[in-house]
């Protein structure tokens, strides 16, 4: 949701739905069926990223933002040294942060014993 000049996020699970916003010099609200379901500061600068709120994503991508590079490295260590390359060519790809990491992460995933 864009206030004109800067993007905030609403829960997930109103993507795609239509929305109200009431816009004040300091407040953004987001209602859906005249609750309010999101509330941000306003920010008075543009951001080339949006403000994003925790609780708005689902709970299997809040976990992406708890992960670092030290920890992946750290996990492959002992596993072996293919995995120790691979994680760090995930790493090195260029890619955004997410992206990296989620390919880790997948990896890791693969690694783990089922419980």
Known sequence: ???GRNKYSVPYNLIGEKVDIRVTKTIVEV???GS???SHRRLQTKQREPLMK?????QEHQRYLTYNEDDFK???MPVGLMTEKTVQHFLDSGKTPEQEYNACASLKELGDPVT
């Open 74 to 76: 750290t996990w492959a």
């Open 1 to 3: 949701m864009s206030d």
């Open 36 to 38: 309010r379901v999101a």
């Open 54 to 58: 925790l609780e708005h994503m689902p």
């Open 31 to 33: 209602y859906f069926h």
